[in-house]
């Protein structure tokens, strides 16, 4: 079975700053899907980004990007010019490519704090 | 287009008593997957259905717990003589059809269940 680990459960950061969040996974499939969700205090979950296992092109979403190691099985997520608003849980998430609709796999979260 | 519906936002239950949790998917999806959310905890997957069919439901705890999704009306997650360790928040997500793998869903604000 797949796993996501997130080793940092709090991260902060000073406003205008760039912090990166680290996310790694296992599993032994070669081609499968990587996202990062924001889930601020009303408990919304929100889509940041996705990854395609097969493109090595890292995603960029605006201030938001990943730095995509495949070999290293890494998914770090990257947010310049931070801001108040970004302020959140930050989940790492992973989907199995296999036919039919299967379910994300999260780790358990980093807690970002944006400092004024 | 509204997003995906789940209600009520908040539940309280005395131990013992049945947990009712509504889910209305997004228009036009027919795939819905229920999560849970311990404190502190990424969402952990519980099921998955079409519409009146459990297509996975891996996840759920073999007693107690229940889910449907018929031809009309919302989804619902029903959970039997609470305990207070079912106390977590809910979430559902829907997706269109097969074959969105690449989306990570969208997911609904959640059902927040305290027992006390």
């Known amino acids: 079975a797949q796993t996501v680990t997130q080793s940092q459960p709090e991260m902060s950061v000073q406003e205008a700053e760039t912090v990166t969040l680290s996310c790694t996974y296992d599993t032994s499939e070669s081609d499968y899907y990587l996202f990062w969700y924001k889930q601020p205090p009303s408990r919304q979950m929100i889509l940041v980004i996705r990854q395609e296992a097969y493109k090595q092109q890292n995603a960029t979403e605006n201030r938001f990007s990943v730095n995509f190691q495949k070999a290293a099985k890494s998914f770090s997520l990257k947010i310049s010019d931070s801001q108040l608003g970004d302020a959140a849980m930050y989940f790492c998430?992973?989907?199995?490519?296999?036919?039919?609709?299967?379910?994300?796999?999260f780790g358990k979260g980093t807690r970002l704090s944006v400092i004024a | 287009n509204a997003g995906v519906m789940q209600n009520p936002r908040h539940l309280v239950r005395r131990r013992g008593q049945e947990a009712r949790l509504r889910c209305s998917p997004m228009?036009?999806?027919?795939?819905v997957y229920w999560y849970r959310q311990l404190p502190e905890e990424g969402l952990k997957f519980m099921v998955y259905?079409?519409?009146?069919?459990?297509?996975?439901e891996s996840g759920m705890p073999k007693e107690r717990f229940s889910a449907e999704f018929p031809k009309e009306g919302p989804s619902i997650l029903r959970i039997q003589q609470v305990v207070r360790g079912d106390s977590a928040a809910y979430f559902c997500?829907?997706?269109?059809?097969?074959?969105?793998?690449?989306?990570?869903?969208?997911f609904g604000s959640g059902t927040r269940l305290t027992v006390v």
């Open positions: 228009k036009g999806h027919s795939h």
């Open positions: 259905l079409q519409k009146e069919n459990i297509i996975d």
């Open positions: 997500a829907s997706s269109p059809y097969t074959g969105t793998v690449n989306y990570g869903y969208t």
């Open positions: 998430a992973y989907r199995s490519p296999n036919s039919g609709n299967t379910p994300l796999v």
